[in-house]
């Protein structure tokens, strides 16, 4: 009946435990007209609502059959007891929150605090440049010196060294078709990776161009160098192995199938166009198929291309209003300064230095080697890794420059180690052909030689073996390598700057 159905209703209703048990074992057409009579309820009369209820509920419990499903009466929660406040422990184990075995990582707001300071800090120095200085940037003085430098003497130096990789093609493919013997193709090789940095180091010794022309040399002759040398040991390695197919053609070879039919084979890959779009690929390391796009994004093309000369701009920038000033009043009387005033010259020029230094990782490797790779649709866009996160020296060499990096472990490091020598043996002499590179970066277009650069690299060995066994993975190693760039890179700035007007007798205006 109706009265029925509604006082089953009031009851449930009055016990969560008792609905949820009655919804899983009564039939599904009583569950339906209980959850049709749930509104009859409230138009019961006020007498039926305020009647004793559970005398009803026992003889129609009886009655219905249900007496199993429906408890006799609605669970009771046992009243709540407080606890005295007294009683109540105001104290545990715990760390304080800066404790570095607290467990709190959230920092937002000392590092919003670190951002603001930085920031005013900033502006007060740029206001104090400008009061001090008035307004020095001038861009189109910067692109009418670039273009004074290229001058006939640098552009034929740059013509020869692309050359080379050219010339290297000629003679891998006189070596394919037997024109030459072996040993003499490898002495020519050799001969002509010295001629590209040994013809390159003389001219500039000999003719002293500007500094910043002999650098843009030098950086290319280095990256040719590397080029061609992975271009002869890729091909020489694929001539060994045709060689060894040729001996042996008693065996049947399986047949090939579409997807490599497709790919460039050696010697096909003997051409001008190949080694043409090797020469301008954004990498070190030559294969002969590289990983391709199917099409160029142009916006993606634009917008790198616009942060290309936003950079330089900003470089430039700096570079005119900060630091030439900060270098002309050092050394404006004269080169010998005391190291009190070096060390706090050394200082100012830090921060500059560092911000045209990540103005520079970012026009160049992120936006500049992004504009040349989607002009190719080179399809390998890994050019740097998280750098700023390393925690040990080894890590931020590994990263920061990932085409040298792939170059250094594919050529240097593996082979040494399949030699039979240690991995500490391979590290060092990656490091030792780094600093090499980088002392012919420095000392040759200054045209004097300090060993400073060389020097610095080395220091890193040290470095390196500390950071990786006491520092790896903790918040100081990270430290320490941020701070070996803040202050490493302005120190010997400083000592280059110093040692070449001592050296030439001029000032810095007259350079």
């Known amino acids: 009946s109706t009265s029925v159905r509604q006082l089953l209703l009031h009851y449930s209703s009055t016990s969560s435990t008792m609905a949820s048990s009655t919804a899983r074992i009564m039939p599904t057409n009583l569950r339906h007209r209980r959850s049709k009579s749930g509104m009859l309820l409230r138009e019961l009369p006020e007498t039926a609502q305020n009647m004793d209820y559970r005398e009803e509920i026992e003889r129609l419990r009886r009655a219905s ?10 669970p009771v929660k046992p009243p709540h007891k407080p606890i005295p406040a007294f009683e109540m422990p105001a104290h545990a184990l715990r760390d304080s929150m800066l ?27 740029i206001f104090d440049n400008f009061s001090k200085y008035g307004l020095l940037v001038s861009p189109l003085e910067a692109a009418s010196m670039t273009l004074t430098l290229l001058n006939g003497p640098v552009m034929s130096l ?26 003499l193709g490898f002495c020519l090789h050799v001969i002509l990776q010295v001629s590209s940095l040994a013809v390159p180091v003389a001219v500039i010794l000999k003719l ?37 197919e040729e001996e042996d053609e008693d065996e049947t070879e399986p047949p090939m199938s579409p997807t490599l039919q497709r790919l460039t084979q050696y010697p096909d890959n003997l051409t001008l166009r190949n080694v043409s779009y090797f020469l301008m690929a954004p990498t070190l390391c030559y294969e002969l198929n590289f990983p391709r796009n199917d099409h160029i994004r142009w916006r993606f093309l634009i917008r790198r291309a616009l942060e290309v000369v936003i950079g330089l701009f900003f470089i430039c920038s700096f570079g005119q209003q900060w630091v030439q000033p900060t270098l002309t009043n050092t050394f404006k ?19 500059p230095n560092n911000v045209i230094w990540l103005c520079l990782f970012y026009a160049f490797f992120h936006s500049g080697l992004n504009v040349l790779a989607e002009l190719l649709r080179f399809g390998d866009r890994q050019f740097y890794r998280d750098w700023w996160n390393s ?18 472990v594919r050529h240097v490091y593996r082979p040494i180690v399949r030699m039979g020598h240690s991995k500490f043996t391979a590290q060092l002499a990656v490091f030792f052909i780094s600093a090499v590179f980088h002392e012919l970066l420095i000392s040759v277009p200054l045209c004097m030689f300090r060993l400073w650069a060389f020097t610095a690299m080395a220091m890193q060995v040290p470095l390196a073996i500390i950071t990786d066994k006491y520092l790896k993975g903790t918040q100081y190693g990270n430290v320490v390598v941020w701070a070996s760039l803040f202050f490493g890179q302005p120190a010997a700035a400083m000592l280059y700057v110093q040692a070449y007007l001592a050296e ?3 000032t810095l205006s007259e350079v």
């Open 65 to 74: 059959g249900i007496a199993d499903v429906l408890p006799a009466e609605p």
């Open 99 to 125: 404790h570095s075995k607290s467990g709190f990582t959230n920092y937002r707001g000392l590092f919003n605090l670190a951002l603001i300071m930085l920031t005013v800090s900033g502006l007060r120095i």
């Open 158 to 183: 740059l013509l020869f060294i692309n050359s080379v990789l050219f010339i290297s093609m000629l003679l891998e493919l006189a070596l394919q078709k037997g024109y030459l013997p072996s040993k």
């Open 208 to 244: 002293h161009p500007h500094p910043a022309a002999s650098v843009v040399v030098m950086f290319q002759a280095s990256v040719v160098w590397m080029k061609t040398f992975s271009y002869v040991s890729v091909n020489r390695h694929y001539r060994l192995k045709q060689q060894e």
């Open 333 to 351: 009387n004269s080169t010998d300064i005391s190291l009190s005033a070096l060390i706090d010259r050394t200082l100012k020029l830090s921060l």
């Open 391 to 408: 925690t040990t020296i080894t890590y931020f060499w590994k990263n920061w420059n990932i085409p040298v990096h792939k170059w250094a």
């Open 504 to 506: 030439n007798q001029v």
